[in-house]
């Protein structure tokens, strides 16, 4: 039964219905990079990057989760890492095999990771290496599976940056056993399947919708911790 007790108060020049796109968030990222490829989508530490940029990442990562994850239509997929370019770039890519992004509070500690890899039956994850020491213990023990490293310094340009640099964001990029670094992940070779254009709607309130060709994310010098 639909509830309309609060029509009584709504204010008059509002709508009192939506109209919800029938496109997703991977289409109508689709759409910004061919209508304006040259537009900055994302600032961060001094780089900027157009929307012609992130969707070829967006691809790239895609391709290598199908072709070396297996990954799956419907799959949970983990992504552990604070505001950053790869954050953006990892859900879009996770949204292009149509799986499903499951976001961690970076806070979380390890005895709680441990819950929500199990409870989700997650085998697959893109975490930030600052991260990485509370996810170790599941990696290469059959819970997750050559997790994709983050390095949040492979995308600023330290010198054109405002202001001091937080040091996790100036961390030098480090090797683990059993995982693969982001930038590695993006040139290996890799096929990406076709885009499965969805009819049923896929909507996630925390996003707005993207096709407008607007910044999607600036980096406050301020908003990322130590």
């Not at 509070?105 to 039956?121: A, I, R």
């Not at 996810?135 to 490293?149: H, K, M, S």
Request: overall charge negative; charged content about 25%; aromatic content about 12%.
């Amino acid at each position: 039964m639909q509830q309309t007790q609060h029509f009584d108060y709504w204010p008059p020049l509002l709508t009192k219905t939506i109209t919800i796109p029938e496109t997703t968030l991977y289409e109508n990222l689709q759409i910004s990079a061919k209508r304006y490829p040259e537009q900055i989508a994302i600032e961060y530490y001094g780089r900027a990057m157009t929307y012609r940029q992130l969707i070829e990442e967006v691809d790239q990562l895609a391709a290598y989760m199908a072709t070396h994850w297996n990954l799956k239509r419907g799959e949970n997929v983990m992504l552990f890492m604070q505001n950053a370019p790869q954050y953006l770039i990892a859900l879009y890519a996770i949204l292009r095999n149509r799986a499903v992004v499951v976001p961690i509070n970076p806070m979380s500690k390890t005895h709680e990771l441990q819950f929500y890899l199990q409870d989700g039956d997650i085998h697959h994850a893109c975490i930030s290496q600052e991260l990485y020491p509370i996810a170790e213990a599941f990696v290469g023990d059959g819970q997750l599976e050559n997790p994709i490293i983050a390095t949040y310094r492979d995308y600023i340009e330290e010198e054109r940056a405002i202001g001091t640099l937080p040091d996790v964001v100036k961390q030098e990029r480090k090797t683990f056993p059993k995982t693969i670094a982001w930038e590695d992940a993006l040139q290996e070779e890799s096929t990406l399947p076709p885009y499965k254009y969805p009819r049923e709607i896929e909507f996630w309130d925390e996003f707005p919708m993207t096709s407008s060709g607007k910044v999607l994310w600036r980096q406050l010098q301020d908003k990322i911790g130590e």
